[in-house]
Nanobody
Framework: QVQLVESGGGLVQPGGSLRLSCSAS????????MGWHRQPPGKERELVAV???????RYVDSVKGRFTISRDNAKNTVTLLMDSVKPDDTAVYYC????????????????WGQGTQVTVSS
């Protein structure tokens, strides 16, 4: 089994900062891309940021320059640092990891975190 545990959500004022973390545990051989997605109220889920195993990053335009994604391969952890947050950042945030569980299984499969609520409000 593989478990993803998210932490760090909550209520933050506009202009403030928040750090989200997602840690994977269980039978894991390798992790490829790690990413964060979000689902605002009444809207579809969207990709926020992704980081490859070698550290390349990609962001949705609305968060560029404000959010930073990073990863710790030794700890199977991905972090999203959210700065200068806006009310439009309010959403449930989900981590998604592409995980290869066994050495003889060459396929990476998607695993999702349980979601953490981020609310930006004064």
């Amino acid at each position: 089994q593989v478990q993803l545990v998210e932490s760090g959500g909550g209520l933050v004022q506009p202009g403030g900062s928040l750090r989200l973390s997602c840690s994977a545990s269980g039978r894991i051989f390798s992790i490829g891309d790690m990413g964060w997605h979000r689902q605002p109220p009444g809207k579809e889920r969207e990709l926020v940021a992704v980081i490859t195993r070698d550290g390349s990053t990609r962001y949705v335009d609305s968060v560029k320059g404000r959010f930073t994604i990073s990863r710790d391969n030794a700890k199977n952890t991905v972090t999203l640092l959210m700065d200068s947050v806006k009310p439009d950042d309010t959403a449930v945030y989900y981590c998604k990891l592409d995980i290869r569980r066994y050495a003889l299984d060459y396929q990476f499969r998607d695993y999702w975190g349980q979601g953490t609520q981020v609310t930006v409000s004064s």
